[in-house]
């Protein structure tokens, strides 16, 4: 079981700067997957970045590649997505999300939501132009 926490949402303007943050709960952290996903209103929730259970597997949807940047810290059981150069089509609810499966040997982070099984309540991302 594990328990997804997002903080660090809020309002900013284009060309500003976030740092997203996902506390995780539980004792598979370390060997699971994660990933944030991205839901505007009136669209679908579609993949922004994942990485792998030891750090070393990156995957960026197109739209977001040089100005998002996801890490981990397993020590502290928290996923980061720090977001520079921020665009007003980058509001939406951000999700982070953990795979269910352990050791995932998978090139990259798999970009598809029902991958994913646990997920966070989600935190708000405005980005006023």
């Known amino acids: 079981q594990v328990q997804l926490v997002e903080s660090g949402g809020g309002l900013v303007q284009a060309g500003g700067s976030l740092r997203l943050s996902c506390a995780a709960s539980?004792?598979?952290?370390?060997?699971?997957?994660m990933a944030w996903f991205r839901q505007a209103p009136g669209k679908e929730r579609e993949f922004v970045a994942g990485?792998?259970?030891?750090?070393?597997?990156?995957l960026y949807t197109d739209s977001v590649k040089g100005r998002f940047t996801i890490s981990r810290d397993n020590t502290k059981n928290t996923v980061y997505l720090q977001m520079n150069s921020l665009k007003p089509e980058d509001t939406a609810v951000y999700y982070c999300?953990?795979?269910?499966?352990?050791?995932?040997?998978?090139?990259?982070?798999?970009?598809?939501?029902?991958?994913?099984?646990?997920w966070g309540q989600g935190t708000q991302v405005t980005v006023s132009s």
């Open positions: 999300a953990a795979d269910s499966r352990r050791y995932s040997q998978t090139i990259v982070p798999v970009p598809t939501a029902s991958q994913y099984y646990y």
């Open positions: 539980g004792r598979t952290f370390s060997s699971i997957d």
């Open positions: 990485i792998g259970w030891s750090g070393g597997r990156t």
